[in-house]
């Protein structure tokens, strides 16, 4: 039954050590902790970060990168002691994590680098979007060893990632943008699954299950809804990985089509991360595109995905769950009653993560209410502008993993039904997020992100 699954995956206290999620919340918070008590007493783990400075000419980069040697060994060992601590207690291989993540960290070094040089922020190549674009380059000419895939824990990166960004985002406007992207973001999302769910069953014959399945995915949070619901609804394993497949298509896409867009329409930085909050599949792609147009559009995509969209996962789980086994599951049996799952599903099923994300905003918004303003400046250079920097990183090695396991010619074989289902909602999904974004809420939007938000 879809409850002893849910509970089986994701409840008791053993999850708190075993999951991904929560070592997201737990390395996030810790994070924000040890940089608090460090400015208490003068310090800051500024030591532990690490930036480059822009460059114009290869011929420069010796005299440049030759300080940082320490900096960048630092930051090495302390993320590899981390995350090999929470890999090893996960159950995984530490040696063969060791070995991942030091090549992707190399990696990462190198994208930080070429994100720097000047020709390619001409043409805002960030070192997000040149992650994945090497990614992808990797993934699909270069026969990656499988020693190399212990490193490469996409979710972990970008949910512990999400938790530092709680740092950088007020709880104050979450209270007051909230609602707004509660409502912009529920609206878009019923109207995407519907479509999908109908196109996939309704015009090209798919089952119920997997069309739920696409629809959660291209409606809520992309890869972790697939997942959820698909396992809510009993869809098949192979289902479940076309779901994936079509969300990684997608967002693919989207990272590069969503900022031209907002360019060629003059969207201030607001308007442009809603729209791409509300249009993007994936947390990972949607950060990436709307990091590409600062800190407003960063607040606005984050109100918009991780507020708006993310927290209903365990909501959606558990409604599409009743259905599953009231309705389809039971009219497939013949059966004349069936056992409803329960209101735990909404926990099992929620993403621990976005838990942390609030934590860490209401965290550093209160101690910012309580100090004086000079303290406030010196918590946004000493904590949070450091917290950033470490957010940069956990998102670099996430579009880099997303990019490296990418592979074209595995999504080729997918089909063309899930694949035209999956693009009906995709248009659906644009259009609504552009409408709202830009011609309704815009000024709003525009406002939040630049602060004016009353």
Same mark, same amino acid.
Request: hydrophobic share 60%; charged share 10%.
């Given at each position: 039954m879809t409850t002893n699954n849910a509970k089986t995956n994701g409840g008791g206290l053993k999850s708190l050590y075993l999951k991904e999620d929560w070592w997201a919340v737990w390395i996030g918070l810790?994070?924000?902790?040890?940089?608090?008590?460090?400015?208490?007493?003068?310090g800051s783990i500024k030591a532990i970060t690490l930036s +480059?400075?822009?460059?114009?000419?290869?011929?420069? $980069?010796?005299?440049? #990168?030759?300080?940082?040697?320490?900096?960048? $060994?630092?930051?090495?060992?302390?993320?590899?002691?981390?995350?090999?601590?929470?890999?090893?207690?996960?159950?995984?291989?530490p040696v063969k994590f060791v070995a991942g993540f030091t090549l992707l960290f190399i990696l990462a070094i190198i994208v930080q680098i070429l994100g720097q040089f000047t020709h390619f922020k001409t043409f805002n190549l960030e070192a997000p979007v040149l992650a994945l674009i090497v990614g992808l380059i990797?993934?699909?000419?270069?026969?990656?060893?499988?020693?190399?895939?212990?490193?490469?824990?996409?979710?972990?990166?970008v949910k512990t990632g999400i938790v530092l960004m709680g740092a950088t985002l007020p709880f104050t406007i979450i209270l007051e943008a909230g609602p707004m992207a509660l409502l912009q973001a529920s609206v878009v999302a019923i109207a995407t699954f519907v479509v999908i769910y109908f196109a996939a069953t309704k015009l090209f014959g798919l089952e119920k299950p997997?069309?739920?399945?696409?629809?959660?995915?291209?409606?809520?949070?992309?890869?972790?809804?697939?997942?959820?619901?698909?396992?809510?609804?009993?869809?098949?394993?192979?289902?479940?990985?076309?779901?994936?497949?079509?969300?990684?298509?997608?967002?693919?896409?989207?990272?590069?089509? #969503?900022?031209?867009?907002?360019r060629a329409l003059g969207l201030s930085d607001g308007a442009s991360g809603a729209f791409i909050g509300t249009s993007e599949f994936a947390d990972a792609a949607?950060?990436?595109?709307?990091?590409?147009?600062?800190?407003?559009?960063?607040?606005?995509?984050?109100?918009?995905?991780?507020?708006?969209?993310?927290?209903?996962v365990g909501i959606w789980a558990l409604i599409l769950a009743i259905i599953s086994v009231t309705l389809w599951e039971r009219k497939k049996a013949g059966e004349t009653g069936a056992q409803k799952p329960s209101a735990g599903v909404i926990w099992e099923r929620f993403p621990k993560f976005v838990v942390g994300f609030f934590i860490a905003s209401i965290i550093v918004t209160l101690v910012n209410l309580a100090v004086t303003p000079e303290a406030v400046a010196a918590i946004e250079k000493d904590v949070l502008s450091p917290v950033k920097n470490l957010r940069g990183w956990a998102f670099v090695l996430?579009?880099?993993?997303?990019?490296?396991?990418?592979?074209?010619?595995?999504?080729?074989?997918?089909?063309?039904?899930?694949?035209?289902? +999956?693009?009906?909602?995709?248009?659906?999904?644009?259009?609504?997020?552009?409408?709202?974004?830009?011609? #309704?809420?815009?000024?709003?939007?525009?406002?939040?992100?630049?602060?004016?938000?009353?």
């Open positions: 810790a994070t924000v902790a040890i940089g608090l008590i460090l400015w208490q007493f003068g +480059f400075k822009s460059f114009s000419n290869f011929a420069d $980069l010796p005299g440049l #990168l030759a300080p940082l040697v320490p900096k960048m $060994l630092i930051l090495y060992a302390v993320l590899l002691v981390v995350l090999t601590i929470a890999t090893a207690i996960m159950g995984r291989s990797i993934g699909n000419f270069v026969k990656i060893p499988e020693w190399f895939d212990a490193g490469m824990r996409t979710e972990f990166y997997f069309g739920a399945t696409l629809g959660a995915g291209g409606s809520i949070c992309g890869v972790s809804a697939s997942i959820a619901i698909g396992s809510s609804v009993n869809a098949k394993k192979e289902h479940v990985s076309m779901a994936i497949s079509m969300v990684v298509i997608w967002a693919t896409i989207m990272v590069f089509v #969503l900022p031209i867009v907002c949607g950060i990436a595109a709307a990091a590409q147009f600062g800190d407003g559009a960063m607040t606005t995509f984050t109100l918009m995905k991780v507020v708006g969209r993310d927290i209903f996430c579009f880099l993993c997303i990019g490296m396991t990418t592979r074209f010619k595995a999504l080729a074989a997918v089909g063309w039904k899930p694949f035209a289902a +999956f693009t009906i909602g995709v248009i659906v999904n644009v259009i609504l997020g552009f409408l709202f974004s830009v011609f #309704l809420f815009n000024e709003y939007w525009t406002n939040v992100g630049n602060g004016m938000l009353s």
